[in-house]
C-alpha cells in the first residue's frame, strides 16, 4: 500500500426508522445501507447497481456526509467525515461534489443559472470576488456551453444544457470527488451519450474519483472503472469492470445482465430470467437476503448470511454459491437461472 | 407473424394526420402530418425521444388530446371506420373493446380507493354486461393470467399494496379483459427494474400473440423494440424520418437520426475501450416554422455532403426497399456512405 485511497468506507450502516400511526410511533427499521466497506482511489470511477430501494442513493448521499450513518465511519481526504467540527466539514465539501439526476430540480428557478454556480464559490471563499465571474464563464465553455449562457434561467434551458450546468457548479470548486446520482437516467439517449463523454472527458482532465450511481448497466460499463452491485443494503458483488461484465460470479449480477434487453434480434426471444417479486425490504429472508430469489440456493443460505469475500484476483462476492464454487464463472444463461 | 411482413390486414390506417398545442401565433405543431399503418397481429415500434411527438400521436389515435391540444388534420380509420367522426357515446364503446391503453405509470392510473379486482371487472361489467359474481371471477381469472401470484387474494388489495410490477400487470389485465383489437403500450416498462422489465415485456408478447392483438409499443428504448417489434417507426420533431422491418431498422437504418440514436446508446458487453457517438444539439422549437428537415441543424452527413436542399424543403420518403423507407435528401446518394461502420471513433 502506498497511498492511502481518497475515499474509505468501512462496515457503514444506515438505519432509517418506520413510523405509523397517528402519533408517529417508530415500528421498524429499514436497513437502507447494512453494513458496506469500500474504497475509492484518486481518479477512480466506481459504478454502483442495483434496482430501485437498493439503498444505493442512501449509501451515495452518506459517503459526502448528506446523510447521518447509523454507524460506521467514512475517511475522505484521509479524514473522519463524521469526526469533523462543522467548519471542518465545510472545508472538506468543496472536495466532494454531488450531481443529481433530474437537473431541472436542482436549480433555483428565480436565479440565473450563473450565478447559481458562482454560488459554490461564494460560500467556499475561493478565489477573489472579482475573479469568480471569469471563473464561471471559464467553467461553462469546459463543460461545452458558451460563457453566455450563465446569464439564462433554467427554464431557457434544455434537460442536457441543465444537466451540463449541473456538472460545472460541481466542478468549479475543483473537487476530488463526484458523487454522480443516476446523472443520465432523465436525459434523451443522444443527449445521455454526450453527458457521459462529457464526464469522461472531465475525469480524465481533473483526476477526477466518480461515485457513479445508476440502474443502467450498459451506461456502468462504458464509464466505471470498477463495479459494486448493491442489493438491499448489502455490495453481493465488487470487481473490475471487465471481470463483473465477462465473468460475474453472483447469482444477483448473472440475473440483472440477462435481463437487459439487447439490440441482437436473433436473440429476442431467449427467455428471460425470473427472479420474482422483490422483497420487503423492512423484513428481508434470514440468510442470504437474496435466497427467496435466488435459483442456487441451498440450505446453507438460510443459515447464515455471505459476506463479500475477495478472491485473489480481487473479484469480489458474497454467496454461498459461488464460494463452493459449484457454479462454473462464465456468463450464466436465463434458461440455467430459471433452472 | 414474421417479423417485417406487413399482414393483408390493415386494422390502424392513419393519413395526414396533425395534432396542435395551443392558438395564437405560435402554436406548436407536435404532430405533423403523420401516415402509419398497424396490421392485425402485428407489433409496431413507435421510437423516439422526449419531444418528438409519440405519445401525443398516441392519444391522438385514442382521441384523448384535451384543450389547448386539438387535432387539426388528416384521417384515422380503426378497421375501416372513422375514428375523427365518432360521437363520445361511440368513444367511450370504442375504448376498451376495440382498442387499449397502458400508460408508463401504473400506479398513477389505477384508481387508489378500489380493490384491484374491481378495476379490472370494470370494464366487463359495463361493456359485456356481466353481473357482479361473473366479472369478479373473470377479473381474477385475468388477474392469473398476467402472473400475479394468489389472484384471488390480491383481487381484494388496493394499488398502493403492490409493486411497480404488479401494478404495471393490473393495468394489462385492465387493458386486455376485453381482448382489445389494438393495444397501445406508452412507455410501458420505462418506470420498471430491469428484471420486471423483462418479465413485463414477455407478457405483452405473449398476449399479443395469444388474442391476435396488435400492439403499438412507444418507447425511446431500442433494446424493448428489439425483443418485440415486428416493424419499427422512428419519430423526430413530430413527424416518421424512417419506417421498416425491425431488422434493417437495427442494423443498418438510412436516416442519420435513426442511425444516431443506434450508435449513442452504450452495448452491454460491445464498448471496450470505445467512444460513444453523441448527436451534437438539440430537438427544435416545434414553434416555429421549419421549412425543410427538421434533423437538418444536427446533422452531420449534411454537412459532410454539403447538401443544400435540407434546409429548404422537406425531404419525401424515399424507398429503401419494399417495405422500407427515409425522410432524407442524402439517400438517393447515399450509396456507401455507412459502408465504413459510423460506429464510435476511439476514446481519448
Redesign the interface.
Known amino acids: 500500500m502506498s497511498l492511502p485511497p481518497l475515499l474509505d468506507v468501512n462496515g457503514l450502516h444506515v438505519r432509517y426508522p418506520i413510523r405509523k400511526g397517528l402519533f408517529g410511533g417508530v415500528v421498524g427499521h429499514v436497513s437502507a445501507v447494512d453494513g458496506v466497506s469500500l474504497t475509492l482511489n484518486r481518479g477512480e470511477t466506481l459504478g454502483l447497481v442495483g434496482?430501485?430501494g437498493c439503498g444505493k442513493s442512501t449509501l451515495g448521499r452518506t459517503v459526502i456526509a448528506l446523510q447521518k450513518p447509523s454507524a460506521g465511519n467514512v475517511r475522505f481526504r484521509n479524514q473522519d467525515l463524521f469526526a469533523l467540527s462543522a467548519a471542518e466539514l465545510k472545508q472538506q465539501r468543496r472536495f466532494a461534489q454531488l450531481i443529481f439526476q433530474n437537473p431541472r430540480a436542482c436549480f433555483d428557478p428565480r436565479r440565473t443559472v450563473g450565478s447559481s454556480v458562482r454560488m459554490g464559490l461564494d460560500i467556499q471563499e475561493l478565489l477573489d470576488p472579482s475573479e469568480r465571474e471569469e471563473a464561471v464563464a471559464e467553467i461553462f465553455r469546459k463543460v461545452g456551453l458558451r460563457p453566455e449562457h450563465r446569464f439564462r434561467y433554467p427554464h431557457e434551458l434544455?434537460?442536457?444544457?441543465l444537466q451540463r450546468i449541473g456538472i460545472a457548479r460541481a466542478l468549479i470548486l475543483k473537487p476530488s470527488l463526484i458523487v454522480c446520482d443516476e446523472p443520465v437516467s432523465a436525459l434523451?439517449?443522444?443527449?445521455?451519450?454526450?453527458i457521459?463523454?462529457l464526464l469522461?472527458?472531465l475525469k480524465?482532465e481533473f483526476e477526477l474519483a466518480l461515485l457513479f450511481v445508476s440502474?443502467n448497466?450498459?451506461?456502468v460499463?462504458?464509464i466505471a472503472d470498477r463495479v459494486a452491485v448493491m442489493y438491499y443494503g448489502r455490495i453481493v458483488e465488487m470487481a473490475s469492470t471487465?471481470a463483473l461484465?465477462?465473468s460475474p460470479r453472483h447469482p444477483y449480477t448473472r440475473?440483472?445482465?440477462?435481463?437487459?434487453?439487447?439490440?441482437?434480434?436473433a436473440r429476442?426471444d431467449d427467455p428471460?430470467?425470473?427472479?420474482g417479486?422483490?422483497p420487503d425490504p423492512a423484513n428481508l429472508p434470514t440468510g442470504c437476503r437474496f435466497r427467496n430469489r435466488c435459483p442456487l440456493a441451498f440450505a446453507r443460505c438460510a443459515e447464515a448470511e455471505p459476506l463479500l469475500v475477495t478472491a485473489e484476483d480481487g473479484h469480489g462476492v458474497a454467496c454461498w454459491a459461488a464460494e463452493s464454487a459449484s457454479i462454473d464463472a462464465g456468463p450464466m444463461t436465463a434458461a440455467a437461472l430459471n433452472g | 407473424m414474421a417479423a417485417g411482413i406487413r399482414s393483408p390486414h390493415t386494422l390502424l390506417d392513419i393519413k395526414g394526420l396533425r395534432t396542435q398545442f395551443g392558438s395564437g401565433r405560435n402554436p406548436v405543431n407536435a404532430v405533423q402530418g403523420i401516415d402509419l399503418q398497424i396490421g392485425a397481429g402485428e407489433i409496431l415500434g413507435l421510437v423516439g425521444e422526449s419531444g418528438s411527438g409519440k405519445s401525443v400521436l398516441a392519444l391522438s389515435i385514442l382521441r384523448l388530446i384535451q384543450s389547448p391540444g386539438r387535432i387539426i388534420g388528416g384521417s384515422i380509420l380503426f378497421d375501416g371506420k372513422d375514428v375523427l367522426a365518432m360521437s363520445n357515446r361511440e368513444l367511450s364503446g370504442w375504448r376498451g373493446r376495440d382498442i387499449g391503453i397502458i400508460f408508463q405509470q401504473p400506479q398513477s392510473c389505477l384508481n387508489p380507493v378500489r380493490r384491484i379486482g374491481w378495476q379490472v371487472a370494470e370494464p366487463l361489467r359495463q361493456q359485456e354486461k356481466l353481473s357482479r359474481k361473473a366479472a369478479w371471477d373473470k377479473a381474477v381469472t385475468l388477474l392469473r393470467s398476467v402472473g400475479i401470484p394468489a389472484p384471488e387474494e390480491k383481487a381484494l388489495a388496493y394499488p398502493h399494496q403492490l409493486s411497480g410490477g404488479q401494478a404495471q400487470r393490473v393495468m394489462i389485465a385492465v387493458a386486455l379483459a376485453l381482448r382489445p383489437r389494438l393495444l397501445i403500450a406508452d412507455e410501458p416498462t420505462t418506470a420498471l427494474d430491469v428484471t420486471i422489465q423483462a418479465q413485463i415485456l414477455e407478457l405483452l408478447r405473449d398476449s399479443c400473440r395469444d388474442f391476435g392483438t396488435s400492439l403499438m409499443l412507444v418507447t425511446h428504448d431500442l433494446g424493448v423494440v428489439a425483443r418485440l417489434a415486428d416493424r419499427v417507426a422512428v419519430m423526430y420533431a413530430g413527424r416518421i424520418v424512417e419506417e421498416g422491418p425491425v431488422a434493417p431498422m437495427l442494423t443498418a437504418p438510412s436516416h442519420p437520426y435513426a442511425r444516431g440514436l443506434l450508435d449513442a446508446a452504450p452495448r452491454l458487453g460491445q464498448m471496450g475501450g470505445l467512444r460513444l457517438r453523441d448527436i451534437p444539439g438539440s430537438i427544435p422549437d416545434l414553434s416555429q416554422p421549419m421549412p425543410g428537415c427538421a434533423f437538418a441543424p444536427r446533422c452531420e452527413l449534411r454537412a459532410n455532403l454539403g447538401l443544400s436542399a435540407c434546409l429548404g424543403e422537406l425531404p419525401p420518403f424515399i424507398p429503401i426497399s419494399e417495405h422500407h423507407a427515409a425522410r432524407c435528401w442524402a439517400l438517393p446518394q447515399a450509396d456507401g456512405i455507412y459502408s465504413t461502420p459510423m460506429t464510435m471513433g476511439t476514446r481519448a
Open positions: 434496482e430501485s434544455s434537460g442536457g444544457q434523451d439517449v443522444s443527449v445521455q451519450a454526450q457521459l463523454n469522461s472527458d480524465a440502474h448497466l450498459a451506461v460499463e462504458y471487465h461484465f465477462s440475473a440483472l445482465l440477462a435481463a437487459v434487453p439487447t439490440m441482437d434480434i429476442r428471460v430470467p425470473r427472479l417479486d422483490p
